[in-house]
């Protein structure tokens, strides 16, 4: 096999990698706590819509929750018990929110039902059927994202994929999920690419690896020595944070550069993250649908880190109580890594499918917000930045309330979030708070226009409308006043011989055609309001 | 457990504003050592001046700004802006001179703008520029590099002489002090004399003036430094010193009785200390990867036709802030091409 050209992308941090606190030992199956709480939304799209009731007894692998349209993804019991209830609780979110959870109390029997025929031979299954099992498996991507996994294999019609990308590159420091289930499930991961490749007709699989991560290269490697499948190249990438953007690793890859409104399907390409490959290995070929993930638990503030196989549900403290607990002076926690991830406030937050690591901070690791400087405009952000935008320009508009100039002018939309720019910020401006601010600022005034024109639009209509039916009386009215003049002048045709006929007539006349004309404008009217308003 | 919920990312900062002065600071020193062991102690007495002036300055702008003292006298933007003002100054000024020119620059060059990061102009250059317009006589009275002049002063009678403009017994001003080779240069070519026999003047050498291009290679050095410690980024003066020379080495080869090398120019006056300490100070200047180049270019030029063509001997503090009123309008014009965006969409 000839060495792969990689590319480098602009800009790029190395942050202290941390990744040896928990990626040592070997994933270890967290003992199933007295309680589960299961949030129905834990993907992007709509929320999940229960169909068990409270009091009922499910099963392993039992569906708990219907996915609601098709960008949404169903929820399945990681263990038998009893459903106890279906309310409101804290669940993983920047803004401490809370949202509706199944809460099921685990009996200990583990009993489990056969959710789907498991298809080994997956090479002989129609390529719908297996997206369809993906569905019905509740799999989302694994890395994060969480966006349901089918919708992304439909692909883009008319645009054929070639290459199946399994991005392994874990480029957040502390988290090591990702590396031990490459070690230890190297093969799961292959052959959920070779699923992949089949369902999308993809020639070639591209698995992009950090390469501080050597022993999960060299179990990836060995796989795919083992499945004897050509089509497999594991490629060892520079540790750059964060190359595990996928646009990002597609340019390491192949050099190309794939901007923010092209998807990458649109370029032949579909990502997954490697777990999510296991995951779909796991849902075709043993017929499970996904209820437990590997989730790294380090940092500073734990006395045990590692990683664990755990059910959906379980909560971060019992989670922490099996990695032994905090250390004294423990002072942070974060969902997901340092770099991208955010700070709970509590950690009865339940574990979801986007949750790849809690991160536990002592104080020392934990710094408080230093008091920002005013920005000198040193470009530190501008060489971090990792799709080459202007952070600093960014910062001027968005503090100016400038969100025209920030969206239009210096492309605000295109960040994505890395976390560079405030990490190497010698004023220590939090800059990302404030683009995710700047965001949300021109979401929120997006939707109230949209409420504004819906309204006038409403109000205009119901002008329209009393118009129009005033315009209608008013025909009517003019119609029926012509018939009785028409009966009038009628009427006195007997009586009085004075009114000579000729004129009778134009009379007559004159009336119907000014209640057809009336008639007609009336129509008319009515029916070019109506079409401007389709 | 409950924790309080902070800002990403959560890692601690490795950076810092005053981290970045010290290093501007640092790479100020061989520049600053060639030019006190050439001119004098005059040099270290500009600094001390400004340096202390401007900290008193700072300190009562933030205090009528209602602003927190530490953070911002500690930042070292102050000492960077002091420093640089103190070396553009003639050595042996009158004590007033730096102290004027170091609070003119930070009253309304900075404060009045809004403080550290919101300046329009860089403060050094306007108080440079404001003394160099309203005192030109103590302005161009510089004094004669070390194997040139016929006597030097100490410490101590620099400092008398800087205080109370008395001179030891036996030591005329004549003798210490003289044009500047980019001043002789201007003069003898208003003149009509020809750039060769112009050379054979007692300050210049074979490179440029003498001691002012070891002083040009000291800002070299240090300028090279930053670049290496990526304080700085190589386009403003890359950019800057490429279009200089180019059109210095133009004209030269066009017509060398009445252009001086571009070597010369190069390794005289300001151009050095400009390329790599002034024009790339972050806050005035263009920001855009694309802007700095047209940033730095246009200062390249600038620079060459005040020296050429205006009446000043030397013309960076101007280019510099002639380019400053530019920048915002290069930066509206170079913006961020996004990662995989096409140049027209």
Not at chain 2, 227 to 244: A, D, G, K, N, Y
Request: hydrophobic residues 45%.
């Amino acid at each position: 096999m000839s060495e792969r050209i990689l590319y480098r992308f602009p800009g790029g941090f190395h942050p202290e990698q941390h990744k040896n606190e928990s990626n040592a030992k070997p994933i270890r199956r967290a003992a199933m706590p007295a309680q589960l709480v299961i949030p129905l939304k834990q993907h992007i799209g709509a929320t999940a819509e229960a169909v068990v009731n409270v009091g009922e007894r499910v099963l392993r692998n039992q569906r708990l929750a219907k996915a609601d349209g098709y960008v949404s993804a169903p929820i399945h019991a990681p263990t038998s018990g009893l459903v106890r209830a279906i309310e409101e609780h804290d669940v993983p979110h920047p803004s401490g929110l809370r949202a509706a959870c199944i809460v099921l109390e685990p009996d200990g029997l583990d009993e489990a039902l056969q959710a789907f025929e498991p298809w080994p031979d997956f090479g002989e299954i129609a390529p719908l059927l297996l997206r369809e099992r993906v569905r019905e498996a509740g799999i989302v991507g694994l890395g994060g994202a969480v966006f349901p996994s089918a919708v992304k294999l439909a692909g883009t019609p008319g645009t054929a994929i070639h290459t199946v990308l399994l991005n392994g590159a874990e480029c957040e420091p502390y988290i090591s999920c990702d590396d031990r289930v490459m070690r230890e499930r190297a093969e799961e991961v292959l052959r959920g690419g070779q699923i992949l490749m089949h369902v999308v007709g993809a020639g070639k699989c591209l698995v992009g690896v950090e390469d501080n991560k050597p022993e999960a290269i060299a179990a990836l490697r060995a796989a795919a020595l083992k499945l004897a499948d050509p089509r497999f190249e594991i490629v060892a990438i520079p540790t750059i944070y964060p190359s595990g953007a996928e646009k990002l690793l597609i340019h390491v890859l192949t050099g190309q550069k794939i901007s923010r409104e092209t998807r990458v399907t649109e370029r032949g390409f579909l990502g997954n993250n490697v777990a999510t490959a296991a995951a779909i290995y796991r849902a075709v070929v043993l017929g499970e649908p996904l209820t437990r993930r590997v989730v790294t638990l380090t940092g500073s503030g734990l006395n045990a880190p590692g990683n664990w196989d755990a059910p959906l549900g379980m909560l971060a403290s019992d989670l922490i109580a099996q990695a032994g607990g905090y250390q004294p002076d423990v002072a942070r926690l974060v969902f997901g890594g340092p770099m991208g991830g955010f700070a709970l406030a509590s950690d009865e937050v339940p574990l979801t499918k986007a949750a790849n690591c809690f991160l536990v901070l002592a104080a020392p690791d934990a710094p408080v917000e230093p008091l920002p400087m005013p920005c000198i405009r040193c470009g530190k952000c501008a060489e971090g930045c990792p799709v080459e935008l202007q952070p600093q320009q960014m910062l001027w508009d968005a503090r100016a309330g400038d969100f025209e100039r920030a969206e239009k002018q210096d492309s605000l939309f295109e960040c994505i979030e890395c976390g560079i720019c405030s990490a190497v910020c010698p004023s220590h401006i939090p800059l990302v708070q404030y683009f995710r601010y700047a965001k949300t600022e021109i979401w929120q005034r997006e939707r109230e226009h949209e409420k504004s024109s819906v309204a006038r639009d409403r109000f205009e209509f119901r002008n329209t409308r009393i118009e129009r039916d005033k315009q209608e009386r008013e025909a009517m009215l003019a119609q029926k006043r012509a018939q009785l003049a028409a009966q009038k002048a009628a009427e006195p045709v007997a009586a009085e011989a004075a009114v000579d006929d000729k004129q009778r007539a134009i009379l007559d006349a004159m009336a119907r055609a000014k209640a057809r004309k009336e008639a007609l404008q009336a129509e008319k009217t009515a029916a070019s309001e109506d079409a401007a308003h389709e | 457990m409950r924790f309080p919920t902070l800002a990403s990312p959560h890692i601690a900062p490795n950076n810092d504003v005053s981290r970045l002065m010290k290093q501007v600071l640092l790479a100020l020193i061989p520049g600053t050592l060639a030019a006190i062991y050439f001119f004098g102690w005059g040099v270290l007495l500009n600094i001390l001046l400004t340096v202390a002036a401007g900290l008193l300055t700072e300190a009562v702008m933030l205090a009528l700004r209602h602003r927190p003292l530490k953070p911002f006298l500690s930042d070292g933007s102050v000492l960077v802006t002091a420093w640089l003002l103190a070396v553009c100054l003639p050595p042996l000024a009158p004590w007033w001179l730096p102290v004027v020119g170091i609070s003119f620059a930070l009253v309304f060059a900075k404060h009045l703008y809004g403080g550290l990061g919101y300046n329009l102009f860089n403060p050094a250059m306007v108080g440079y520029a404001v003394l160099l317009v309203s005192f030109p006589k103590e302005m161009t009275q510089w004094g004669l590099p070390q194997g040139v002049a016929a006597q030097a002063l100490g410490f101590v009678d620099s400092a008398m002489y800087v205080f109370s403009g008395h001179l030891p017994a036996g030591v005329a001003w004549d003798g210490l002090s003289g044009a500047t080779p980019l001043n002789v240069y201007k003069t003898d070519l208003g003149q009509g004399a020809a750039w060769s026999s112009i050379q054979q003047h007692s300050v210049f050498s074979s490179l440029g003036g003498v001691g002012w291009e070891w002083v040009a290679l000291g800002w070299l050095l240090g300028g090279v430094w930053m670049l290496w410690q990526r304080v700085i980024t190589w386009r403003i003066p890359v950019s800057m010193l490429l279009s200089f020379t180019l059109l210095t080495l133009a004209f030269y080869l066009y017509d060398p009785t009445h252009f001086a090398s571009p070597l010369f120019h190069l390794l005289s006056g300001g151009a050095m200390l400009g390329a790599f300490f002034i024009a790339t100070d972050p806050v005035s200047s263009a920001t855009t990867a694309r802007g700095q180049l047209i940033y730095g270019a246009g200062i390249g030029v600038l620079v060459f036709v005040i020296r050429g063509f205006a009446g000043f001997p030397d013309g960076v503090a101007f280019a510099v802030l002639l380019m400053n009123i530019a920048a915002p309008l290069i930066d509206h014009y170079t913006p961020a091409r996004p990662f995989g965006r096409k140049k027209h969409e």
